[in-house]
Each structure stands twice: as C-alpha cells, then as structure tokens.
C-alpha cells in the first residue's frame, strides 16, 4: 500500500466522522456494541489514534479503497469508532456504522466456537474421527503427487483419519480449489460445485449440506490428515459436523447459541430485514491489481449451504461483541459462550513442527511469527513478526477485507470491516495494528 500526505478530502467524504455514541451500551443498530469509554482513561492517546483515520481517508481519497468501519475497545469499553468513506460510492452514500459487510473467512472462528461449544457439552470430541459425524469421509482417498513425474499424481489411503481436531486446525487435507495446487483436488473441487474458476472465489453456498458434504468427500485429500498445515475448507465441513452433532442447520445453531445470547442482531448467514439498504457495496474491480475484476457472494438470499468458512455477514460492533466475549474468557454482559479454559485452548498454537507450505502468518499478514489454533492464527512470541503485539494474540481476518484481532495481554480487540477484496488486503491489516498499537500509552 502507497504512503502519501494526506489529501485534501472531498466534501462527499465529509460523512467519515467520528462516531457519537451515547456513554452506555447497546447492541443494536446505530448504538455502541460496548460501554463507552474516554481513550486517555483507558491508556490510549487520543491524538494518535486519529492518525487512523488520516491514513485510510487517503485511501478512500485515493480510490483504493471504498470505506472502512473501524473499532477499537480496550479494557472492555469502547475506546475508538470511526467511520471512512463509503458504503456505496456509485451513489455517495456515506459509510455508516450499522453497515453489513460479507465477512468471508471471519465466519470461521463463529464456526469454531459453535463446535467447541459442542466439544465443552460431550457431543463432539476433538479427537473423533470426521466420519463419526460424516460417514461419507470414511472412504477417503489422498491424491499424492508422483515421484519423478511432475504434474502426476497417485491416489493412497490415508495414513490416519481425518479427526475433528484437523478441521479446527487446518491439518486435515481438504484443500481449496483457489489455492490448492493438486489437480485432482481442484478438478474434483470444481465438477462438485465447490470451486467456480472465473465466478466468484470461496463461494460454496450453493448446494445442500447434503450435497455439500457428499462432493467434499468424494473428492480427494491434498494432504494426508494431520501432517500439513493447509488452509483449505475445513471450516466448512466443521460446520456439517456442527449440523450432524446438533441436529439443527448451522445458521440456526448460531443464531440460538452465539448470535442471539450476545446480541449479534446483523449476523447471520443473509441480510436481515433492511440489511439490504445496510450493505457495503464493492467496486467490481480490485484497483492494487490493474483493475481485475473480483465478484463477491450473494447474501441476498439464504444459502443452500450456509458455508462454515466464508458464507456470513455482520457488522463492526456485531463482530467486536463476538471478540470481547473472547477476550473475556468466553462471557460477555452474563452470557457464558465458552469456558476460559477452552478459549485458551483455542488461542494457542497447535501446529508447530507441522509442514506449512504458506505459514498462517505469511497469508494473513505477510509477516512470520504466527501459528495456528483451534479457528484463529496466534502469534507464537512478541517478537518474530512484521506487526506489534503481544504473544498470545490472536486473529483472523476474510477475503473481503475484514479484519479482527484480539490481545489478551494488552487488553485490546479491534475490528476493521472494508468491502474490498483485494490483493492489498494484508497491507491494510498490518497498517490497522501499528496505528492501534502506537497509540497504546499504558
């Protein structure tokens, strides 16, 4: 991402403002997700945390970037929220902080918590075997490339079973069609509806959980389970394993379990009523790779497949109640989701001495120093990386530029929400955390 002297700013941009949100909280449209508090009370500089929305008004200013939502609590309290730009810039309407951004990949630590969830109730154990829950994994094969005939490939059987625990950490051989470069796995991918080359990326919403489930099963492992760190559609088979263990579709589970107990109101797996006029809207084209053109999922309609790894939508304060919950040790405002215990499980690294073609951290960031847990990437020391903070973080982020983060040592949660699915993606994100962190005075 260029560095340039801020613009001047365009009167149509006179909308990106601070946010006045009254000194209580609320969790519904238009009010503060959290309790409202002073950033010098809470050890954040003030001035230093505008420097935020300097440098992301010049990138709407720019045209590199259409708008952003940005929040930032510390302690528990609402320290900074801001938005930039717009929701719509066809038709100048302002950014706003009730928009409804697609979340992508951020729907894959909704996804973890809902199966720990189950984990914490007996109902799923990390180490059953995927075909406990989803018989048809039980005949899977690995596609294997062939010694000395490159582009060839074998099939085997697998050398150990696919155990939930692979799906919640990416270790278990599914691959995506978008990434993956073993032909058989993308080919499969793509006669099965799971992968549209020339359509639009990480969209599986498409088919049933039935049909979902049976195409993802027949096709062939990348990897065999358990001995590369891949990231790959686990999350969405992890979201059919919720579905069998519960009994209920995944979007009902959320809804009942995470989206209503912490008053998500905007979450969900299509645009709530009114969510339409509320959605952030993309330019078709990503402006840092010439222009290309980039298609985003549907959420107008409900899916087939509500996607466990990409298919959700929500907004800026419905996602910071989901990370303060985290942060909290799995409560927030007297609704236990998860024990403290299991959220540490979660946030701590579970991949090392795996192979990691693309480490976690080079994905996400750009920057190594980060392995994986149980949803989210960790960092594994507080130095080591391209970005500030603290061992212990942990965070995610999503296709279509959203971004969270949660640092239990520095009691700090952020999420930036764009609608830009672009190559410059992790440029942003990297940028988010070194404005929040040099603000920090405490």
Not at 332 to 354: E, K, N, Y
């Amino acid at each position: 991402m260029q560095r340039r002297a801020l613009l001047a700013v365009p009167p149509a941009l006179a909308a990106a403002t601070v946010i006045g949100f009254p000194r209580a909280p609320r969790a519904q449209s238009g009010g503060a997700p959290l309790p409202v508090g002073r950033a010098n009370e809470l050890g954040l500089n003030a001035g230093r945390l505008a420097r935020i929305k300097e440098i992301f008004q010049a990138e709407v200013a720019e045209n590199r970037l259409p708008g952003a939502v940005i929040m930032i609590a510390r302690k528990g309290k609402l320290a900074y929220a801001e938005t930039v730009g717009f929701r719509d810039r066809q038709t100048n309407a302002a950014m706003t902080p009730d928009t409804v951004f697609r979340i992508y990949s951020m729907t894959k630590p909704l996804v973890s918590v809902a199966a720990m969830m189950l984990v914490e109730e007996g109902r799923i154990g990390l180490a059953d075997p995927v075909s406990r829950h989803l018989p048809a994994f039980g005949q899977a094969q690995v596609s294997v490339p062939r010694e000395g005939a490159p582009g060839s490939f074998d099939m085997a059987a697998p050398q150990q079973p696919m155990l939930v625990y692979d799906l919640l950490r990416h270790t278990s051989g599914l691959a995506y069609g978008e990434l993956t470069q073993n032909t058989p796995v993308r080919d499969a991918y793509t006669s099965g509806g799971l992968y549209l080359p020339g359509q639009r990326d990480f969209d599986s919403r498409g088919p049933s959980p039935e049909d979902f489930t049976r195409e993802l099963a027949a096709a062939p492992l990348a990897r065999h389970p358990g001995t590369t760190w891949e990231y790959s559609m686990s999350s969405d088979a992890l979201g059919r394993v919720v579905e069998a263990a519960s009994g209920k579709r995944l979007e009902a589970f959320l809804e009942e379990r995470v989206f209503r107990p912490l008053r998500m109101a905007d979450s969900g797996f299509v645009l709530r009523e009114g969510g339409a006029q509320r959605l952030a809207l993309h330019a078709g084209v990503d402006p840092m790779n010439n222009n290309a053109p980039v298609a985003m999922i549907d959420v107008s309609r409900p899916p087939g497949n509500a996607s466990g790894g990409a298919g959700a939508v929500s907004t800026a304060g419905d996602y910071l109640r989901f990370a303060q919950m985290l942060a909290n040790g799995g409560e927030l405002d007297g609704q236990r989701i998860l024990s403290p215990a299991t959220v540490r499980l979660m946030a701590t690294d579970h991949v090392a001495g795996l192979q990691q073609p693309l480490p976690p951290g080079m994905l996400l960031l750009g920057s190594p120093g980060f392995g994986f847990g149980l949803g989210f990437g960790v960092r594994l020391a507080d130095g080591g990386a391209l970005v500030p903070g603290y061992q212990g973080q942990f965070m995610w982020a999503g296709y279509g530029g959203t971004y969270f983060w949660v640092d239990p040592r520095a009691e700090l949660v952020a999420v930036m929400m764009t609608a830009a699915p672009s190559v410059g993606r992790a440029a942003y994100r990297r940028t988010m955390m070194q404005l929040a962190y040099g603000a920090l005075e405490s």
